[in-house]
C-alpha cells in the first residue's frame, strides 16, 4: 500500500495570506489527524477527522480550519498567517482512529511565513 | 487535565543500553504507544502497551504499569541511528480516543 502523502512539501508565504495543505491517508484508512511542530517541539495536535466529521479539535485559533472528503482526503487552511505559523505540518491517518490504532505519518509540509 | 512527562534529552554510549521514562495523567486510558522521530523526518511508529508489563520488538522493549500510570522505552545495543526523538502518546478513551503526546525525549548516542 502506498502511505500517506502529504502536499505541496515545502511552501514559502507572506504574512496576511492563506494557505491550504493536502493530505491523502493510506488506502482504507478512514481518521486522519493533523499537527504542527515547531523545533524542537512536540506535537501539537490541530484536529481529527473520521468519515468527513470533525471528531477532535485541538487548541488552536479559528485561523486554522480542516475538512475531510468523502474519499477520507484531507485538507487543512490556514488564513491570515502570521509569523509564528511556519512549521511542520504533519498529517496522520489510521484506520477508524480507535483504541489500539497506529497512526501513519506523512512526510509533512514545512511552512515558512515572512 | 490530561498530560504526558517524559525527560528532555537524554545521552547514553554506543553500544549500552538506556530508559526513556513517560509518565502520564489522563481520564479514560486506553493505551501507550511510542514513537521516534529522526531529524527531518515523519515520526513511526515504535510499540505499544494495552496491558501492563514487557512488550518486546528486537533492540526495543517497552514497559507499561496502570497503576503507576507509568511507562517506559527500553533501547538495547544502542547504534548511532538510534539518535532521534522518541514520543510517549496516550488514547484518550474520554475525548474519541484521541492521542495525547509528551513533548519527545531527544537521544543523543555518543561514540
Known sequence: KAGVTQTPRYLIKTRGQQVTLSCSPISGHRSVSWYQQTPGQGLQFLFEYFSETQRNKGNFPGRFSGRQFSNSRSEMNVSTLELGDSALYLCASSGEGGRQETQYFGPGTRLLVL | ?111
Open chain 2, 1 to 111: 487535565g490530561q498530560s504526558l512527562e517524559q525527560p528532555s534529552e537524554v545521552t547514553a554510549v554506543e553500544g549500552a543500553i538506556v530508559q526513556i521514562n513517560c509518565t502520564y495523567q489522563t481520564s479514560g486510558f486506553y493505551g501507550l504507544s511510542w514513537y521516534q522521530q529522526h531529524d527531518g523526518g515523519a515520526p513511526t511508529f515504535l510499540s505499544y502497551n494495552g496491558l501492563d508489563g514487557l512488550e518486546e520488538t528486537g533492540r526495543f522493549s517497552s514497559f507499561l504499569s496502570r497503576s503507576d500510570s507509568y511507562g517506559y522505552l527500553l533501547l538495547q545495543e544502542l547504534q548511532m541511528k538510534d539518535s532521534a526523538s522518541y514520543f510517549c502518546a496516550v488514547r484518550d478513551g474520554d475525548s474519541n480516543y484521541q492521542l495525547i503526546w509528551g513533548a519527545g525525549t531527544k537521544l543523543i548516542i555518543k561514540p
